[in-house]
């Protein structure tokens, strides 16, 4: 199993990337809005960013969202699929990034979803 994150700079996908998941057999995740660093610093009028700094950062999409789900291993090329597919080429700057974490215990799953197959027995 893998914790699943994805870092997502283009928010107007966010459905259709959510739709993707789903559609590729990915039971469920968490939606966390959040904010990148030099955006926040932006915000905040940090002294830590002169002028010059701000204006290589781009912070007019000052806000992401952060998707994490639990996944089993033979699901990840299937949602880098789904990232190409609904997000784009992830080295292009304000897009997003994948990554996985591998797992070794997980509890709290619906009783009734069968982690390997799906609803039902």
Do not use: C, H, W
Not at 74 to 100: C, H, R, W, Y
């Amino acid at each position: 199993m893998k914790l699943m994150v994805v870092i997502l700079n283009k928010t107007d996908v966010l459905d259709v990337f959510l739709e993707g998941l789903t559609a590729a057999g990915i039971a469920g995740a968490t939606i966390i809005e959040s904010a990148g660093l030099a955006a926040t610093l932006a915000k905040l009028d940090s002294s830590f960013l002169s002028a010059s700094l701000r204006m290589i950062f781009d912070t007019a999409n000052d806000d992401n969202r952060t998707i994490i789900s639990v996944i089993r291993d033979d699901q990840l090329e299937m949602v880098k699929k789904v990232v190409e597919a609904t997000i784009g080429d992830l080295s292009k700057p304000n897009t997003g990034i994948l990554f996985t974490v591998p797992i070794d215990y997980v509890d709290g799953f619906n009783k009734n979803y069968n982690y390997y197959g799906g609803y039902g027995g």
